[in-house]
């Protein structure tokens, strides 16, 4: 047992006071950083199996035994079966002595398996953050984040392996902390290199759209998506590992003295010399439906419950992060030329212009200028760009599993436009964003100088025939154009809150860009476009002044103040200043 014992610590070195170091592998490469715990769990597998095997070619031996001991003279005034029945118990706690002196070795690894494994699946996260960090170009970067992104799920699956392998499900809580561990850092690490991603892009985006970085954004967020499935696939598959070894805890073959066992399963044995090694005073409790268990038994099944909680939460917040960071990304690509566009506009000259304008307006009337042409051209070729990732169906489903909570991403441009209207919001702000951002409760606000239109703004309409895949396909693109398009009603409203003056000509070219971007957004056909508040906007900078005096003056006696209504008070004060109207 010595010698034994010296080889495991080769495999794996128990370091002088209770520590372990990272191990060596059996191959020619050293060290590697990670053998070691693959070597204590195969040469514990091969224990077991060799315990299995020795039992079942005693058990003749074992019969003739207890045959020899009933014809013995010696025990001509004893009960026969009684005296079977004691030479049994004799022989199981034999078996028992020796199973554990057999498998003592291993006892060092069991009770503190979560601390051998720290330190090689660190070694082997951190290599893996390594590669993921040198990702800084969008060039290759779906193929090699592709490759990076699923490679802790083995090393996590094979650590769980080995923890049932050697301690049968106890001390479940430590190990299943460090694999969260593990999971969440590499997620974690992901989520820095789409940011950085997102940087470049944010540096390096020309004056022309490129539709392969949006295919690259796209397939990150497919990647993204992969990871999360994969993540509750293991969840679950971990959860049913808990439960069956749950079950084996409570296996007590080789505890009752009710004779011998026809055989011993490796199962049964691990779970034994688990129970010996790990569960030194086993308390009972009540385990929720008035029945007394280990204590063991019961933590491992509440684990296991399919009550929804994840049991590896820090993993599920990373992910979380991981898709936030994945949609910032995609968004980063659609949305870049709009706002390069729309950036400096507040401070164009044509804003003040209050002649009537030259012999070209005279005849054709005011143009769409420049800025808002190539706005409205770049979410037209958006669609194209969508579609073909839209129309795999494999990759779609991906993708879909982290667009939840997507309209975030257009958020930042409406926190500015609130903040140029000067207004503070006094509820949850992002509640109060999002009402504000959808709209429908600000087109109430406008009275008789609503859209009528915009009433009746664009609606999912519900195609019974139309076919599931090319539904799910149009609901995609369609969510992508949605924030694109919220961005850009925003950032409109926020860019025109900032400029300084507005003439009578310039108003005339501000209303002639806002309802040419509303006239895009119509063509759309996506829900909820045109924003009312561009149309409303639009009405506000060419009203005449009598009636924009006589409508910021009735707001003030109206009640029910909500942000909404002081966004739109402001918004109105704000024309008017800007157009010389005094208030």
Wanted: charged share 25%; glycine share 8%.
């Amino acid at each position: 047992m010595s010698s034994f014992k010296s080889r495991l610590g080769n495999v794996c070195p128990v370091v002088p006071g209770g520590g372990f170091g990272s191990g060596v592998s059996g191959s020619s490469s050293g060290n590697d950083g990670f053998g070691g715990t693959e070597g204590i769990a195969a040469a514990y597998e091969s224990t077991i199996q060799f315990l299995s095997l020795v039992y079942d070619q005693m058990e003749p031996w074992e019969g003739k035994s207890s045959s020899g001991s009933n014809n013995n003279n010696n025990q001509e005034n004893t009960d026969a079966d009684g005296a079977a029945s004691t030479n049994e118990d004799d022989v199981m706690e034999t078996i028992r002595t020796a199973f554990r002196m057999i498998a003592s070795p291993f006892v060092p690894y069991q009770r503190a398996l979560a601390e051998v494994e720290r330190d090689p699946l660190g070694k082997a996260a951190s290599m893996v953050a390594k590669d993921v960090r040198s990702v800084v170009g969008l060039q290759d970067a779906a193929d090699r984040l592709g490759d990076l992104a699923p490679f802790m799920f083995p090393l996590a699956d094979s650590a769980i392996s080995r923890f049932g392998l050697l301690t049968s499900g106890y001390n479940a809580p430590a190990t299943l902390s460090l694999v969260d561990n593990l999971i969440a850092t590499h997620a974690s690490e992901l989520a820095i290199a789409m940011g950085s991603l997102s940087s470049h892009v944010s540096n390096s985006t020309g004056n022309e759209f490129d539709e392969q970085h949006a295919n690259c954004a796209l397939e990150i967020l497919r990647i993204a998506g992969s990871f999360k499935r994969t993540l509750k696939s293991f969840d679950h598959s971990v959860k049913d590992r808990l439960r069956s070894l749950s079950d084996l805890m409570l296996d007590d073959t080789l505890e009752k003295g009710d004779g011998l066992p026809d055989a011993l399963e490796p199962a049964q044995l691990r779970s034994f010399l688990a129970k010996e090694a790990c569960n030194l005073s086993p308390d009972y409790i009540d385990d929720g439906t008035g029945v007394k268990l280990p204590a063991s038994v019961v933590e491992l099944r509440r684990l296991a419950s399919s009550d929804g909680s994840p049991l590896f939460p820090k993993s599920v917040d990373s992910v979380s992060r991981l898709a936030r960071s994945c949609q910032s990304f995609v968004f980063e690509v659609c949305y870049a030329i709009p706002e390069q566009n729309l950036r400096g506009i507040s401070a164009l000259p044509v804003w003040k212009q209050d002649s009537v304008g030259d012999g070209d307006e005279e005849s054709y009337g005011i143009l769409p200028q420049s800025f808002i042409t190539h706005v409205g051209e770049h979410i037209l070729a958006l669609v194209q760009a969508l579609e073909p990732f839209a129309s795999d169906k494999e990759a779609l489903g991906l993708a879909n599993e982290v667009m939840n909570g997507v309209i975030e991403v257009a958020v930042q441009p409406w926190k500015e436009f609130v903040a140029a209207a000067g207004v503070s919001l006094t509820g949850d702000e992002k509640s109060e964003l999002t009402s504000l951002m959808r709209g429908k409760e600000v087109s109430r606000l406008f009275g008789d100088d609503g859209d009528n239109e915009l009433d009746n703004q664009n609606e999912e309409e519900v195609d019974e025939d139309e076919d599931p895949d090319d539904k799910a396909s149009t609901a995609f693109c369609n969510q992508w154009l949605d924030v694109v398009g919220l961005a850009v009603a925003g950032r409109l409203l926020e860019r025109t809150m900032r400029i300084p003056r507005l003439g009578r000509k310039g108003a005339e070219h501000l209303a002639t860009d806002l309802n040419y971007i509303r006239n895009v957004f119509t063509a759309l056909g996506v829900a909820g476009h045109p924003h009312p508040l561009l149309g409303y906007m639009a009405k506000l900078v060419t009203m005449d002044e009598e009636s924009l005096q006589f409508k910021i003056s009735s707001r003030q006696g109206e009640m029910t103040p909500s942000d909404a209504l002081e966004v739109i008070k402001r918004a109105e004060i704000r024309i008017a200043y800007v157009r010389g109207i005094s208030v």
